[in-house]
């Protein structure tokens, strides 16, 4: 089921419905002609209407929804995708308890109508059940090709590889847009965007799958180019909250773009009070880090000295991109009662890493 965007063929949300379950609901709402669609995965849905034949129209269109996909499109290819984070099958033995405790409140139906709910109800459980039970391992579906994993909070080295580079490509679009448009805004990185719009700009970049206006599902391999990614989509016109997804691709890597293996030696190389020895010593442990880490950390240091040089119209200075981005690529593995004195240094090393750019990374890299 897709919702239609006034004026724009594509649409601006969709529901898995192959699956899904249509229940009257009045004791949901006070307000008459309820009922509540449950999709596979669990999200729920209440749709009203004052108009008995409205309601009507809309559950019978609904319903015929569902059976045409059950039909055309099998469940178990979208389920391969839709159910990897379901959790378990603890939402399957809730659905039935839940459902079957409000039975006795539901509006009265016909006999008929009820038993063929029921039925169709413990069909789809029934199905659910075995393909879980049997589905092959998540390592195996990745092998395969038929399961990719998402681009926020992949490990940077699996994100890398599966692109074939050592900079991730969400991290060049993004810089490529600030460079584009977002250079002269004041208070660039600093300013927070749109939690929504970030977040729906995630969803975009994380999709498995994308519905078509006819019901019909598209994978990644089946997107068209018209339909990838672009940055330069009025939807995302607000820079800062192509800033604001940036820092949180970074902040939700599973493992910073700072190793913790090297957060301990870069702190206490900040520490050094021979400036020269200090550089030198920043140089080392930059440079030996995992290629991805590496280069990802030269290309953004790169780009945050350009967002500096217009520093007079976006009062980007060093010490403010250093306290943006130092606990933004660098942590700790735990947290401790150091945090707040480790979030000096972390900006600090920042702070030394833009300002030696070219004495730490050298002329060739």
Known sequence: AVLQKPGNSKPESSVDLRGAQLHWANELSSKKNVFRLRTVTGNEFLLQSETDSVIMEWYNTLQSVIDRLDRENPLDNVL?????????????DHSGDEDDGRAGHRPSLPRSASNLENSERKRVKSRLKKLIQKRPPLQALQEKGLIK??????????????????????????TEAVEKRGLETDGIYRVSGNLAVIQKLRFTVDHERAVSTDGRYLFPEELVQEEKLNLDDSQWEDIHVITGALKLFFRELPEPLVPYSSFADIVETVKMSDYLEKVDRMRCLVLSMPAPNRDTMHFMIRHLRRVMEHSDSNRMTTQNIGIVFGPTLMRPERDNVNMAINMVYQNQAVELILGEFERIFGPDL
């Open 80 to 92: 391969l995708y839709s159910l990897r984070r379901a959790g378990s099958m603890e939402m399957l």
């Open 149 to 174: 994993d998402q681009v926020f909070g992949c490990r940077l080295e699996t994100l890398c590889e599966r692109e074939k580079s050592t900079v991730p490509r969400f991290v060049r679009m993004c």
